[in-house]
């Protein structure tokens, strides 16, 4: 049984209220406006009042407009038939295909019980020396490339989801520019990967609210096929723009702001959303890589700083590349231990060598006379960034441990490196005669 | 009949309630949604309307929707059968809720905490025409690896007479297991287990003593140089991914208590798979049993309800007094209060509170301090000792301890384990600053020693920013060893590897004796002439001694390792001289006793104030 309302009789930013009874909270609504229906949700009851928040903004809706109450929550329709198509942040199809009703389910479903999650035990190999190597991505993780526009972190974000070996891509654009969709798209497609892939796409152009929905939908989405034993991996790109939207509402509901802005539950938010990565015992799993781009590359801003705090790591791009300090996988542990004996050394040896390489670097931008033992650490960086580092650099993790030893009998004496003897014995490459 | 109130208003986790009879501050209420009834707490009323925080999702309900009040104040269950359990923050076995709901939790859904088919095996220690009062024992059980005393409950404030006695036999928690009569005559039957409101402190000990044993965590930095002492309260603020939950992850492993209880407060679910995980398969050497039988997971993890984040930490203090009250050494492990701190400021917010510092509501500060009061060693009324000894994450924003939780938690702790993004960032681990950190408990080394070493840190540190500015070859070939020594001291000894089996505990016994290896080296006078002399033997150096740290205590590895290292220091201490020279001497001068203390603090505070008086008076303490 649906309900109709024809009297609004507040609209402030994209929360309108009317008076009502019987109404849900959480409950889904239709408004009907000149500028076509759009959805809305109920955000508060209060007495009679039922505030609203407009997915596609209040602009253009007048207090006559119809508002229609849907007696349920936001759903969205999970089958096969998802693999190959593209939707807008509310759902609805953006490639000109067929809507699809059948087997609705709600969206932002209930928590994983922790009893029942699984010590996360896959690595997912990418090729890129600076994940596999130092900070290695793994099946289940939530993780974020923290970065700034202009960075290439589309393109990082492709290159991994066609490097993994997933069943399942799905791709969750926030305020995307539209080059930047269609690049994704077309890499997706020319690899042969779309029809494996989903894409949940709200464009810059876009009603800013839109694309509040854009993480549940595709999350709900991956979890059902995980489920079904998939192995899901969720790309959410750019969630600095996810953030904008629930300040603007929070603005709006005059909600008292934490810091700069930002609601005081922007971390429950994040959380809700990126917690739904997860490993399924005797089932698949959700994988989250996603994109928090930093306002003036400040990673104290709230939306990168909660990021940070909930994900299980973070890939900082910063020039091209993916920097040693900042990053970091907190999953790591759970599978280089696996991989080669030396791996979790060399990986610790090589990043506590490289914080002195910048020590002798400012040394050096002061003018003062570099040591022996400083031309050696210079050195190291350089072979450093220029063979591990730069992301044009594509090898097997293997390859690259076998590097990282080879850089480090290029520069320095056993000794130097603070790794154990018997790991030198071991791993430290032969002089050539 | 039953109490019931209807809904006037809902916002998000929040609904406010008419209601006709008495509502009681911080009583449980149960929203009724279909078939599931939906737990809340009343945390204000205002003449006939009550706001209550709903511990579920708020989805689905509507106005006039029938609430019940219970009249009970929100509490958990105490009696045998917590131990090894996983618990979210309203005492929800999760376990047991997995095995019926399978992945997913669900809202509405209640499971009482005790196991109540588990029968224990009951020695009574009272008899008829023996007088008792609250938590004294009438028998006791075995609960794993502990006599868990069956008292009287808390709450029972008057003084009483055995009625009746059980005798030795197999009970089940709600069995009777006594009969007690008050001065009125009135009988109360006990059994094995009772409810305590978790927002209120158990205080049924007879005094409060000063915590001055420490408490062993087996962490170098820690126990070395900024020791937790049992009964005692510690805080570790760090940025993100600076390793404050790998800190109390290793702690929660190796600390020599006899309870360990972690409270998973709002950070991620992953985090604590693990100890549920590896834990019931990891033997603790001390007691020979799983350390899970030692262990009480609350976890209430970013992800689940709010309002029943902010009751967590409470529920699990809970359980700590409990245990106390029986002469047992309890560590609560949280992590991280932040979350908690958030929990309370987004209620705050609901309720349209006047807002303090960074939205958080004005009674942050004593909030935090009396969560901190409840930790404590305590002589019981028996004469028997018990200590609850809390360590508590912060999480401050943008990794800038000059915010709100952090400073109201250093207010009260008494000892600061402060992360730097530095030291995570070179893989320094564990990344506890030892220039910015304090503590006002004594430790397994005297105190002069580790005032000693701090200065020590603090004077290579100087050197090092030396260095910065007048270059290497800007500083004298004394003051680059003494600045190669406190390299020395931090690579080998405060940094230690969480991921090698051998190198992350390092045992009290061990502690002491690599420490004074170390302490004759940073003392001595070395032969060493020139720089490049100098770097070339610390290097050698820490080569010997990571070896030394990941070979087994005692065993003929670390022994022959031990070796090699004192004939190679011994090759190098020149001739005649004894320990401590005058190259430190001088650098003690130079850098002043309070120079550590208050320097390196007030430099990162400009609120310093407050830090600077703590830190004076730690200073002082630890003379
Ligand atoms: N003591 C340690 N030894 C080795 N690695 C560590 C240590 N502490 C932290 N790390 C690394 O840093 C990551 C983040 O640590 P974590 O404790 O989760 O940070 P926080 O809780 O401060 O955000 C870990 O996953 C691990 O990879
Ligand atoms: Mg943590």
């Not at chain 2, 398969?281 to 609350?298: N, Q, Y």
Request: aromatic share 8%.
């Amino acid at each position: 049984m649906q309900k109709i309302y024809n009297k609004i009789i507040q609209i402030s930013g994209n929360v309108v209220v009317l008076s009502a009874t019987g109404i849900r909270y959480g409950e889904l609504a239709v408004i009907k406006s000149e500028r076509g229906d759009s959805f809305a949700e109920v955000i508060r009851i209060d007495g009679k009042l039922v505030y609203l928040q407009v997915f596609a903004g209040s602009g253009g809706v007048s207090t006559g407009d119809e508002v229609r109450f849907l007696g349920k929550q936001m759903e969205v329709s999970f089958s096969d038939n998802l693999l190959g198509r593209v939707f807008d942040g509310t759902g609805r199809p953006r490639d000109g295909g067929p809507t699809l009703t059948k087997n609705l389910i709600e969206i932002g479903g209930p928590t994983v019980n922790p009893a029942k999650r699984l010590i996360p035990s896959n690595m997912i190999h990418t090729g890129i020396p600076m994940i596999d190597l130092f900070n290695s991505l793994v099946e289940s993780q939530k993780i974020s490339i923290f970065t700034t526009s202009g960075e290439p972190y589309n393109e990082l974000l492709a290159r991994v989801a066609l490097q993994a070996k997933v069943d399942i891509i799905i791709l969750g654009g926030m305020g995307l520019r539209y080059d930047d969709y269609l690049f994704l798209k077309n890499t997706l497609e020319s690899e042969g990967s779309l029809s494996r892939s989903i894409l949940y796409v709200h464009t810059a152009a876009d009603p800013v609210v839109e694309c509040i929905m854009v993480p549940d939908i595709s999350l709900t989405i991956a979890e059902n096929f995980a489920l079904h034993g998939k192995k899901v991996l969720v790309l959410l790109t750019d969630m600095k723009n996810f953030c904008d939207a629930l300040k603007e509402i929070a603005i709006t509901m005059e909600q008292v702001p934490s810091n700069r802005g930002y609601p005081g539950d922007l971390y429950s938010q994040l959380a809700a959303r990126y917690e739904k990565a997860v490993d399924f015992e005797d089932a698949g799993s959700v994988t989250i890589l996603s994109v928090t781009t930093m306002p003036g590359n400040d990673v104290t801003h709230p939306v990168p700083d909660n990021t940070g705090y909930i994900t299980e790591g973070q890939y900082y791009l910063n020039n091209g590349r993916i920097e040693p300090f900042g990053s970091l996988s907190r999953l790591k542990q759970f599978v280089n231990k696996n991989t080669r004996d030396d791996h979790r050394p060399l990986m610790d040896a090589m990043v506590q060598l490289y914080a002195y390489y910048q020590e002798v670097l400012e040394k050096k931008a002061m003018g003062f006379r570099m040591t022996r033992s400083d031309n050696r650490f210079l050195k190291y960086g350089i072979l450093f960034e220029r063979n591990l580092m730069d992301l044009s650099v594509d090898i097997s993790l293997e390859k690259a441990l076998d590097t990282g030893w080879r850089i480090l009998s290029e520069c320095f004496d056993p000794e130097e490196t603070g790794i154990r003897t018997e790991l030198i014995k071991k791993f430290w490459p032969k002089k050539k005669q | 009949m039953k109490n019931t109130g209807k809904i006037v208003g809902i916002n998000k986790n929040m609904i406010t309630v008419e209601f006709e009879g008495n509502v009681k501050q911080n009583e449980v209420a149960y929203a009724v949604l279909g078939e599931s009834r939906l737990k809340t707490e009343v945390i204000r009323i205002k003449r006939n309307r009550a706001d209550l925080q709903v511990f579920e999702d708020t989805r689905g309900l509507k106005m006039d929707d029938v609430v019940e009040f219970t009249g009970e104040l929100l509490s958990v269950e105490l009696g045998p059968g917590l131990l090894g359990q996983l618990y979210d923050g309203l005492q929800n076995p999760l376990h047991k809720l997995a095995g019926e709901l399978g992945f997913f939790l669900q809202r509405g859904k209640h499971i009482n905490a005790l196991p109540e088919d588990t029968k224990w095996e009951f020695t009574p220690c009272v008899k008829p025409g023996d007088k008792l009062q609250a938590a004294d024992a009438v028998g006791t059980v075995k609960e794993g690896i502990f006599t868990h005393r069956i008292m009287v409950p808390f709450h029972l404030s008057d003084r009483y007479e055995v009625v009746d006695i059980a005798e030795s036999n197999k009970y089940s928690v709600k069995e009777q297991v006594a009969l007690i009569k008050d001065k009125r005559g009135s009988l109360i039957p006990l059994s094995m287990m009772f409810e305590w409101p978790i927002r209120s402190p158990v205080t049924l000990y007879r005094e409060r003593l000063d915590p001055a044993e420490p408490l062993i965590t087996r962490i170098r930095i820690i126990d070395t140089l900024f020791p937790v002492a049992k009964g005692g309260t510690y805080c570790i603020p760090g940025p993100f991914g600076a390793g404050k939950t790998v800190l109390q992850q290793i702690t929660s492993r190796n600390a020599k208590v006899d309870i360990v209880i972690v409270a998973a407060c709002g950070e991620r679910a992953g985090e604590v798979v693990e100890t549920i995980k590896e834990f019931p398969k990891i033997i603790d050497p001390f007691t020979g049993r799983s350390l899970m039988e030692r262990t009480i997971i609350v976890c209430n993890t970013s992800s689940m309800p709010v309002a029943a984040r902010e009751a967590s930490v409470y529920t699990a203090i809970t359980m700590a007094e409990y245990y106390r009250q029986m002469g047992l050494d309890v560590l609560i492990l949280a992590d991280s209060t932040s979350r908690w701190a958030q929990a309370m400021r987004e209620r705050s917010s609901r309720l349209e509170e006047i807002p303090g510092e960074e939205a958080f509501p004005a009674y942050l500060e004593s909030t935090i301090a009396g969560f901190y009061e409840r930790s404590g060693l305590v002589r019981l009324r028996d004469g028997s000792t018990g200590s609850i000894t809390i360590g508590g994450t912060v999480s401050p924003a943008g990794g800038n301890f000059e915010e709100p939780v952090t400073q109201a938690t250093l207010k009260v702790v008494g000892a600061f384990h402060g992360l730097s993004q530095e030291r995570s960032d070179a893989r320094h681990y564990p990344a506890i600053d030892p220039l910015d950190s304090w503590s006002k408990y004594t430790g397994i080394i005297d105190n002069q020693s580790r005032n000693h070493t701090v200065r020590l840190l603090s004077k290579a540190h100087e050197i090092s920013q030396m260095m910065k500015v007048v270059g290497e070859e800007g500083i004298t070939l004394d003051d680059y060893i003494l600045y190669l020594k406190g390299e020395f001291f931090d690579n080998v000894y405060l940094q230690q590897n969480a991921f090698d089996s051998v190198d992350m505990a390092t045992s009290e016994e061990r502690q002491k004796k690599v420490f004074s290896i170390i302490k004759e080296i940073i003392d001595a006078t070395l032969d060493l002439n020139s720089k490049d002399d100098a770097r070339n033997f610390f290097n050698r150096s820490r080569q010997m001694f990571l070896d030394y740290n990941s070979s087994e205590w005692n065993s003929n590895d670390f022994f022959e390792n031990e070796r090699l290292i004192r004939e190679w220091f011994h090759k190098y201490r020149k001739a005649g001289t004894e320990i401590e020279t005058h190259i430190f001497r001088q650098a003690l001068v130079e850098s002043e006793m309070d120079s550590h203390f208050s320097r390196a603090k007030t430099a990162k505070t400009k609120k310093g104030e407050r830090l600077t008086m703590v830190k004076e008076e730690n200073a002082e303490d630890i003379q």
